[in-house]
Structure formats: C-alpha cells, structure tokens
C-alpha cells in the first residue's frame, strides 16, 4: 500500500502531511494535526459531529479521505472560534442552553458558521435545513434553534443601528 | 471501523480513469462523492483493493443545455444541481428529489451519478431520472454506450454498469411546459424514504390532462412506473375524486419490500396516499406555468 504526500491549507495554513489511502480526513486532523475540535462519533456519515467546511462547502469529514484533500482549504472548529474566549455562535449556543455535553456542538457550530457566512438573514427554515445533518442526544435542538435564532437576531440589530 | 487498507488513484482524465480500471478488474472500484461508499468501506461491506477517485476529472462533472437535451455530468454535486437556475426552470423534479436526498454536507460531497450508480432502492434520483425517461451514458475500454434508465436499474444495489466502464453523463430531454412533485415519506427529513412518488403532469387548453407520469419509489429494487393510472387521467379534467379512483388502479402486488421497520401493508397504504398528493401537486403546478 502506497503512502502520499500531501498539501493542503487547514485553518488558512499550509500543512504537508504523509498519509495511507484509508486514513479520513478527520483522523488525518484530529491524529496527525492534533484538532481534535472535530469529533468523530458514527464515522460513517450519519451524526454530523465530523462536519468541517472544505472548499467553502460543508462536508462530512469522516466521509472524505485525507488522501483527497490535497490542495483543498479546510476549516474546522478551530478555525472558527477565536483565539481566546467564544465566537458569537458559540456565546449564544451557551447562553440559550444549546449544549449539554457538548459532543455535537463542534459539528454544529460548523453548519452555523457556514449558514451565517453564506446567508446573512436566514430564515428558521433555514436554520433547520443547516443542522439537519446534525445529531444532538441531549438538547433536544430547541436550545440550539434559539441559540441560531439570537445570532441572527443581533445581526439585524447591527445592519439596523449602522 | 476503519476501512482495509487500499491503494488510491487519483486520474485526471477520463481515459486515464477507464486504463486504471481496466489494469485492475474487479479490484478496483470508483469513488464519487464517497457519500455511500466510504460508510460502505468503513463498515467493511466494501474491501476493494485500488480506489479510482472521479473527483480530478473535471470533464465529468458540469450541467450542459443541448438545446432540446440537458446534459448531467455524472461528478455533478447533488448540492450544485439543487442551486442550477436551469435545472430549476427546465427539469424542477430533478430539484424536488434532491431536496430530499441526505443533508447539506452530504449533498456537497454527494453526486448525480453516483446516486444513480449506487442504485439503493429508497434512493430519490433514480426514481426522477426514471419519471423523465432519462439516458445513461457509459464509457468503458472499448467506447461508449447510452443505456435507457429502465434498463440502466436491474436490482437492490444493481445496475448494468459493467467492471471497466464508468457512468459518465445523464441526458434528459426538456419536456413541455408541465407541473412535476415529488412527495416521500421518511422519518426525518433527510432519512432514506420508507415510500416517495414522482409525479409529472402536461395541461392541454381547457385544463384537462393532456399526458402524466407516476413513478413510485422504495417499495421494490427498483423505482416502479404506473402507467394504468396517467393512461386513467389523460385527457380528464383532474379533480380530487378522479385522482382517487385512479390510484386505486396502482397495482399493489409490484410492491415487494417488506421488513419489520416498515411493513408491505404500510407501505401498500401509504403508496398510494404519496401517488395522489404528487399527482395533485403535479396539476396545480401545471396549472400555474400554463397562465
Ligand atoms: C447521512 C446520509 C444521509 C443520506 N440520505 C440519503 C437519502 O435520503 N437519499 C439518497 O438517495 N441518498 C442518501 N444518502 C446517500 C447519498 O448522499 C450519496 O451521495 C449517494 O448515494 C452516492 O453518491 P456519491 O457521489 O456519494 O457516490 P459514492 O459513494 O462515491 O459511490 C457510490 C457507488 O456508486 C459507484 N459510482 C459512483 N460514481 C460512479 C460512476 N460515475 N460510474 C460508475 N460507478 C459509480 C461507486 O463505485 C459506488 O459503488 C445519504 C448519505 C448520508 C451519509
Ligand atoms: S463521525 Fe462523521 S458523521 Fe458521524
Ligand atoms: S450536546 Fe450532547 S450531543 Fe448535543
């Protein structure tokens, strides 16, 4: 079995990484890259705690070898929460109870990014569709819509009073 | 569980992908989105030995307007035919499908061809692919050949691809102004449909059903056409009650699944409670392109 060598940018830097062809790219990050932000729990396709944003697309990152990534731009959890203390989405998940464990939350706070990033005024439809994919055991998802909800809701604020 | 091991290949043409698969035979297997494959490598259901990834192929993937034809790129996301403007104006079943297929990031991922080619009965492509009489091409060693959807699908998981030749584009025809629906039941939006129903429906002047199609899903191998029921609506004025006489004509005994999650009697019920709502949502959509 052939190893390769890989390029890609993680998180707006460039890494090389040596895999095996059956290596995912989620174990590529969390074992080789050591962000372990991104959580595996079915590892295959069916609970979202493994989705990353690939390309500007989000995707299963359980579901996509690493082998495949080469020259692709990915972007876990990390990536999107700040240096020091909680980004907007995840201040809110916080404050409207959208956690308990906290295993999905990494997989879910992904979607929301990429929907508000994507979409500036979602819809509560919207909302459901982005976290469709998305498995909570504990929540219950009301916590996690309103956490989405309070997001959106402070951006029209800001359009509003700018 | 992790896959076993493989080697991967990643080719950038489309020869290059039918010379790898004809070096390895049976060996070998292609990757498209990985939406149902790589679960599938993962739980050890599939141990192929190479891998001949799609994705470097760019002339696969792309939607071309032929004029009176749509060309589909087998490589096509799922994502990206949902969001085509002219898929939507041209053959807006296809997108009423998708929307039921998985989820946003396996959509992205996910692709036409690789839908169709997977060929899992609950799938929703094949279904729309066959309520549009759609066209499969398939490229192999020794040239192309173009496969009727009907005779494209032969079983659960089962179609007529050959070892060496890949899917390579879908051709639809463009048909006349209609109204098309597409109407399942599952679980959970997103869930493999324990049932779903394509429909498609051509007004003439007066309003009445100049022509239709009812396509059923999940209920067999393969995607089921009842055309004892659209022959029942042509040239009818279509109302609550004729829809209702005329799914009573679907005939039950081509349903075969049968399982404990989902039983044949349920299945039988809710077949055609789907065919009806499509139906009725086909002629109201035809109703409004044809004003
Ligand atoms: C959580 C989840 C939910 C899902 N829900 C649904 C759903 O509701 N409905 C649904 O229909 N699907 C669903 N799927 C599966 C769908 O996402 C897959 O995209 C699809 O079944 C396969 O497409 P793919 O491009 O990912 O193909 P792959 O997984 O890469 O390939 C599937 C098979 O087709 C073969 N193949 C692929 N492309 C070609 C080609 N061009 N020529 C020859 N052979 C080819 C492969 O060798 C393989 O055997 C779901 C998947 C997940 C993970
Ligand atoms: S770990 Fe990838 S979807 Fe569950
Ligand atoms: S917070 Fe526990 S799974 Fe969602």
Redesign the pocket.
């Known amino acids: 079995m052939k190893m390769h060598d890989l390029e890609l940018s993680v998180n707006g830097q460039s890494v090389s990484l040596r895999v095996e062809p059956r290596q995912t790219l989620a174990d590529a990050l969390r074992g080789t890259l050591g962000l372990t932000g991104t959580h595996l729990g079915c590892e295959h396709g069916v609970c979202g705690a493994c989705t990353i944003i690939v390309d500007g697309e989000p995707a299963r990152g359980c579901l996509m070898l690493a082998v495949q990534a080469q020259g692709a731009e990915v972007i876990t959890v990390e990536g999107v929460s700040p240096p020091t203390g909680l980004s907007p989405i995840q201040q809110a998940m916080r404050e409207h109870h959208g956690?308990?464990?906290?295993?999905?939350?990494p997989g879910m706070v992904v979607v929301l990014h990429h929907l508000l990033s994507t979409n500036p005024d979602p819809t509560d439809d919207d909302i459901r569709e982005a976290i469709s994919g998305q498995l909570?055991?504990?929540?219950g998802y009301q916590g996690i819509m309103a956490a989405a909800r309070a997001v959106v809701a402070r951006r029209r604020h800001e359009i509003r009073d700018n | 569980m992790k896959p076993a091991p493989f080697d991967y290949h990643a080719p950038e043409t489309i020869q290059g992908a039918l010379e790898l698969l004809d070096r390895h035979g049976s060996d070998a297997r292609v990757i498209a989105g990985g939406q149902s494959l790589v679960p599938m490598l993962a739980l050890r259901l599939a141990r192929p030995e190479v891998l001949v990834d799609l994705n470097r192929i760019p002339e696969l993937a792309g939607i071309r307007d032929c004029g009176g034809t749509i060309r589909i790129g087998a490589m096509t996301r799922q994502a990206h035919a949902l969001a085509s403007p002219l898929l939507r104006d041209r053959l807006p079943l296809l997108g009423y499908g998708l929307y039921n297929v998985g989820h946003p990031p396996t959509r992205a991922r996910g692709t036409i061809g690789g839908s169709v080619s997977h060929a899992d009965p609950a799938a929703e492509t094949p279904a729309v692919m066959l309520a549009y009489d759609a066209r499969m091409v398939l490229a192999g060693k020794s040239g192309t050949r173009t496969v009727d959807v009907a005779d494209f699908m032969l079983g659960t998981f089962e179609t007529c691809i050959e070892e060496g030749e890949i899917l390579t584009e879908i051709v639809v025809d463009v048909p006349p102004a209609e109204g098309t629906a597409f109407v399942e039941l599952s679980r959970r939006k997103g869930d493999f449909a324990m049932a779903s129903a394509a429909a498609r429906m051509r007004l003439n002047e007066d309003g009445a059903c100049a022509s239709a199609r009812l396509v059923i899903g999940a209920v067999a191998p393969v995607p089921l056409r009842f055309d004892a029921v659209t022959d029942a609506l042509t040239g009818q004025v279509v109302t609550e009650g004729l829809l209702r006489e005329a799914v009573s004509l679907i005939d039950l005994e081509r349903f075969e699944f049968d399982n404990p999650d989902i039983s044949l009697a349920y299945r039988r019920h809710i077949g055609p409670v789907l065919a009806r709502r499509a139906l009725m949502q086909a002629f109201e959509r035809a109703g409004e392109r044809r004003s």
Do not use: A, D, K, M
């Open positions: 956690l308990q464990c906290g295993f999905c939350t909570c055991r504990c929540t």
